[in-house]
């Protein structure tokens, strides 16, 4: 006799970057514990194009979901590039080695996307809004700002907001102390020292080094369908299925784009500039084309004997893995003041491996250096 699944939710990951809007960098997996709950219920994971989708065969069995921990699932990044071209409100490479990225559902964030309602899992327009959560082993030494005595050390679940650990250190100076969480499951948890907040941290038994996020996924069911928006829930009160999709929605990093264009010996190119347009984006714009301007450095750039005119362009312009798709065009041509009018060289786009983080009079920024040779 053939089983029959139906979907329970699907987890969908987007991004800006990519031409159909779908993050081709990351994989999506249940952890391991998570793996175990899964089969408890008869539950199954399926990898899709966008992420992962979660199935049930008999919902009987969801009647009696009494689990309280998340299930979690892993996310794993294909692409060394992915933080570079990723949006984020921290101007440099967006999360240390030994982070995370962490998304919930233990809260409601409802947005349109192409036509359809999703449950984004972070607040809607700013996915890496939050610092990214170190990730911590069940037993780990956490280091003081400043020597302590006889403090006070409580660890918390941020769920239940309940403390899971105590200690006091001891009455001399001590610089650093042992926690100890190996009775502990995996998830979200906050340090406090003397009661003040100290580190909020990601217990896991994967290494930050294997993984870039993960996605805690807060089913309901009776015993915590109050911990969760009803709108987030899979499972409600009663044990009943609700099909859900909670989307990722990750944006496009935008630059300035910096062109170096090296001409031949003698050519300065006066009168010669960087024209940019764009389709509009789906921001409410009219349909049609925007200007993205440049402006010409005044100094110069010489390598290998060759000297370089510089423009900048004068906002940030979003990187694409496939920028003709996206509707960019640039060129290199006369304004209208040059000897002869001049003939327009269509240029090359930004690429994540030239950007870099560099210092400005404003302060840091991401720049995508060009090099042109015409």
């Known amino acids: 006799m053939r089983t029959g699944y139906t979907p329970l939710f699907h987890l969908e990951c987007l991004h800006g970057y990519f031409a159909d809007h779908v993050c081709h960098a990351l994989t999506v997996s249940p952890t391991a514990a998570t793996a175990g709950v899964l089969r408890r219920y008869g539950l199954r994971f399926r990898t899709t194009g966008s992420g992962g989708t979660i199935y049930y065969s008999d919902a009987g069995l969801l009647r009696g979901y009494r689990e309280v921990t998340p299930l979690a699932f892993t996310l794993t990044s294909t ?32 947005t349109e996307i192409d036509g359809q309602l999703r449950r984004l899992l972070h607040p809607t327009g700013r996915p890496l809004a939050q610092p990214a959560l170190p990730v911590k082993g069940r037993l780990f030494t956490h280091v003081f700002e400043r020597p302590v005595r006889a403090a006070t050390l409580q660890v918390s679940d941020v769920l239940r907001n309940q403390t899971v650990w105590e200690s006091q250190t001891l009455a001399q100076e001590t610089g650093s102390w042992t926690i ?15 009661g003040e907040a100290a580190l909020e941290f990601y217990l896991g038994d994967v290494p930050a080094a294997g993984q870039w996020g993960i996605v805690e996924i807060h089913a309901g069911g009776p015993e915590s369908a ?3 928006p009803a709108a987030c829930q899979v499972i409600d009160g009663s044990g009943l ?22 001409g031949q010996p003698g050519s300065a190119y006066d009168g010669h500039r960087v024209f940019g347009t764009s389709r509009r984006a789906n921001d409410g714009d009219e349909p049609g084309e925007a200007e993205i301007r ?18 900048e362009s004068d906002q940030p312009v979003a990187l694409c893995q496939s920028p003709g798709e996206s509707g960019y065009a640039f060129v290199f041509r006369a304004n209208g003041q040059a000897p002869g009018g001049g003939r327009a060289i269509r240029l090359p786009y930004a690429q994540p491996m030239t950007t870099r983080l560099e210092m400005g009079a404003g302060g840091p920024r991401m720049c995508s250096e060009i090099f042109v040779y015409v």
């Not at 609700?242 to 784009?257: D, P, Q, V, Y």
């Open 294 to 311: 440049f402006t010409r450095l005044h100094e110069p750039v010489t390598r290998g004997g060759r000297q370089a005119a510089v423009f």
């Open 180 to 194: 100890d969480l190996r009775h502990r499951p995996c998830g979200r948890y906050r340090l406090q020292v003397n």
């Open 241 to 262: 299925p609700i099909e859900r999709t909670f989307t990722i929605a990750l944006g496009a990093r935008k630059t300035t784009w910096r062109y170096y264009i090296f």
């Open 79 to 110: 692409d060394p590039w992915l933080d570079i071209y990723t949006d984020s409100e921290v101007a440099a490479n967006t999360a240390p080695s030994e982070t995370i990225w962490y998304f919930s559902n233990q809260e409601e964030h409802a």
């Open 226 to 228: 109050t911990r969760v």
